[in-house]
């Protein structure tokens, strides 16, 4: 999995919260 995956997995859960009423902020972290 490259950068481009984990950016849009942290985007997807910053919609998500977004949705859901919350900050709209995704984090992950990756340890390769």
């Known amino acids: 999995m490259d950068?481009?995956?984990w950016?849009?997995?942290a985007l997807t859960l910053a919609e998500?919260?977004?949705g859901e009423g919350e900050v709209p902020?995704?984090?992950?972290?990756?340890?390769d």
């Open 3 to 5: 950068n481009e995956y």
């Open 7 to 9: 950016m849009y997995y």
């Open 16 to 18: 998500r919260a977004s």
């Open 25 to 31: 902020v995704g984090a992950v972290l990756v340890r």
